[in-house]
């Protein structure tokens, strides 16, 4: 049976570039889908934006619907001063939905069901919040840790819990991408697997269309996984930029 | 770097957890990092910069545009029913003008009528009182033809009778007494 940790594996294109910090930073494969990912949005996004028409052409409702949906997650989870916030939100949302999607190509390569790349971006949403929440409110953000209209005493047990909650969303975030991505490939390529080897070993290949019908529902699963957690991703950080902007309980 | 890559492709499945899990190798960190990096910063300038004002432009026309036609058909409605009620109106006073017109001519006709009505009936009047008048006439003249023919045949009689005329004014006196009885 085929490794199914193998498509997990970074393959080093070329030498290594240049030297940061001594560790030899390499062109991969993950680079290159993490680059086609950019250069398809930033493509979808200019072709269907170049005609301005006043009746919108199929990629250019895509590009609108796309623009609604996300203005409409940030809307409503985060407010509407939560706009000045629209592009990171739009730009995680869609390279994490391009990026998840690339993965569900066969031979493909799946950015996002690495863990550093996901705490990454996880890091950059919560860094997001704290810096702006310390800029736009100074020390009153970290009433964000102090419920109000609690008994002082309570305080003593609230206020740690109000602050290992906030320190468990960026780890609940990329943890969560990172880990469904992970799972559903590698659930997709063992139930692949059996395929193959259930028609290796002579009569038990009758049974080869069972697993052969997972593999497709699967793959079904995959793909919506793929849009949901790159929306789930989308909303989560709405959800803590509203705290950003509005630090009060 | 390459050589890694190739050691971890052959460890069979059941090694692949520990140091050979490819997401939990710390040496691709950096790079990975700075791929990362390099494409999310370039997506999200380029997102926040050119791709997302230009679809918030094209919405913003769009909505500009549908509120301006809605105030431009909201307008020509005010207008329409603007019309209809002066249509309206006009009708209104069209048919109260023919009803005051129509009961006018009605009560010009009905006085002429009158009018006709009461010089016939006067007319009738005066021929009626003429023609009365004409019997009490005839009636009297009648009834002096009456007492002449009694005053004769009074005289025939007592000339019968008596064998000699009467004087014409004692006949004439007795009918007379006799009439007036």
């Given at each position: 049976?085929a490794?199914?940790?193998h498509?997990?594996?970074?393959?080093?294109?070329?030498a290594?570039?240049?030297?940061i910090?001594?560790?030899?930073?390499?062109?991969?494969?993950?680079?290159?889908?993490?680059f086609?990912?950019?250069?398809?949005?930033?493509?979808?996004?200019?072709?269907?934006?170049?005609a301005?028409?006043?009746?919108?052409?199929?990629?250019?409702?895509?590009?609108?619907?796309?623009?609604?949906?996300?203005?409409?997650?940030v809307?409503?989870?985060?407010?509407?001063?939560?706009?000045?916030?629209?592009?990171?939100?739009?730009?995680l949302?869609?390279?994490?939905?391009?990026?998840?999607?690339?993965?569900?190509?066969?031979g493909?390569?799946?950015?996002?069901?690495?863990?550093?790349?996901?705490?990454?971006?996880?890091?950059v949403?919560?860094?997001?919040v704290?810096?702006?929440?310390?800029m736009a409110?100074?020390?009153?953000?970290?009433?964000?840790?102090?419920?109000?209209?609690?008994?002082?005493?309570?305080?003593i047990?609230?206020?740690?819990?109000e602050?290992?909650?906030?320190?468990?969303?960026?780890?609940?975030?990329?943890?969560?991408?990172?880990?469904?991505?992970?799972?559903?490939?590698?659930?997709?390529?063992?139930?692949?697997?059996?395929?193959?080897?259930?028609?290796?070993?002579g009569?038990?290949?009758?049974l080869s269309?069972?697993?052969l019908?997972l593999?497709?529902?699967?793959?079904?699963l995959?793909?919506l996984?793929?849009?949901?957690q790159a929306y789930?991703?989308?909303?989560?950080?709405?959800?803590?930029?509203?705290?950003?902007?509005?630090?009060?309980? | 770097?390459?050589?890694?890559?190739n050691?971890?492709?052959?460890?069979?499945?059941s090694?692949?957890?520990?140091g050979?899990f490819?997401?939990?190798?710390?040496?691709?960190?950096?790079?990975?990092?700075?791929w990362?990096?390099?494409?999310?910063?370039?997506?999200?300038?380029?997102?926040?910069?050119?791709?997302l004002p230009?679809?918030?432009?094209?919405?913003?026309?769009?909505?500009?545009?549908?509120?301006?036609?809605l105030?431009?058909?909201?307008?020509?409605?005010?207008?329409?029913?603007?019309?209809?009620?002066?249509?309206?109106?006009?009708?209104?006073?069209?048919?109260s003008?023919?009803?005051a017109?129509?009961?006018?001519?009605?009560?010009?006709?009905?006085?002429?009528t009158?009018?006709?009505?009461?010089?016939?009936?006067?007319?009738?009047?005066?021929k009626?009182?003429a023609?009365?008048?004409?019997?009490?006439?005839?009636?009297?003249?009648?009834m002096?033809?009456?007492?002449?023919?009694?005053?004769?045949?009074?005289?025939?009689?007592?000339?019968?009778?008596?064998?000699k005329?009467?004087?014409r004014?004692?006949?004439?006196?007795a009918?007379?007494?006799?009439l007036?009885?």
């Amino acid at each position: 049976m085929a490794d199914p940790i193998h498509q997990f594996e970074l393959k080093t294109i070329g030498a290594p570039l240049f030297k940061i910090g001594g560790s030899d930073i390499v062109l991969t494969n993950s680079a290159l889908f993490m680059f086609g990912a950019v250069a398809f949005i930033v493509a979808l996004m200019l072709m269907g934006t170049s005609a301005r028409s006043m009746v919108p052409s199929r990629i250019q409702s895509v590009v609108e619907m796309l623009y609604e949906f996300v203005a409409d997650t940030v809307r409503s989870s985060a407010g509407h001063d939560g706009m000045k916030f629209f592009p990171l939100v739009f730009s995680l949302f869609i390279f994490i939905l391009v990026l998840n999607l690339a993965g569900m190509i066969p031979g493909g390569f799946t950015v996002t069901s690495h863990i550093i790349i996901t705490a990454a971006l996880a890091a950059v949403v919560i860094l997001t919040v704290i810096i702006y929440g310390i800029m736009a409110h100074g020390t009153h953000f970290f009433g964000l840790f102090v419920p109000s209209g609690v008994h002082p005493l309570m305080l003593i047990i609230l206020v740690p819990i109000e602050v290992i909650s906030f320190i468990s969303r960026p780890i609940s975030l990329s943890v969560r991408l990172f880990a469904n991505m992970l799972a559903g490939h590698i659930a997709l390529k063992i139930f692949a697997g059996f395929i193959g080897s259930l028609l290796a070993a002579g009569a038990w290949g009758l049974l080869s269309p069972l697993p052969l019908a997972l593999t497709v529902a699967l793959t079904a699963l995959e793909v919506l996984v793929a849009v949901l957690q790159a929306y789930v991703f989308a909303t989560l950080t709405s959800i803590y930029l509203h705290d950003a902007l509005h630090p009060g309980h | 770097m390459a050589q890694t890559t190739n050691a971890t492709t052959q460890v069979p499945a059941s090694g692949g957890h520990g140091g050979g899990f490819p997401p939990f190798d710390s040496h691709t960190y950096a790079s990975q990092l700075v791929w990362l990096a390099i494409a999310f910063g370039a997506l999200y300038v380029l997102m926040a910069k050119v791709a997302l004002p230009r679809v918030a432009a094209i919405l913003e026309e769009r909505g500009r545009r549908v509120s301006e036609d809605l105030d431009q058909a909201a307008k020509l409605k005010g207008q329409t029913d603007a019309a209809i009620a002066a249509y309206e109106k006009a009708l209104a006073d069209a048919k109260s003008r023919a009803q005051a017109i129509a009961a006018e001519t009605r009560d010009k006709l009905a006085a002429e009528t009158d009018t006709r009505r009461k010089a016939l009936e006067a007319d009738l009047n005066t021929k009626l009182a003429a023609a009365e008048q004409q019997i009490v006439d005839g009636k009297a003249k009648a009834m002096l033809n009456v007492r002449g023919i009694a005053v004769d045949a009074a005289e025939a009689i007592v000339q019968r009778l008596a064998g000699k005329a009467p004087s014409r004014d004692e006949v004439e006196a007795a009918v007379t007494s006799t009439l007036a009885r």
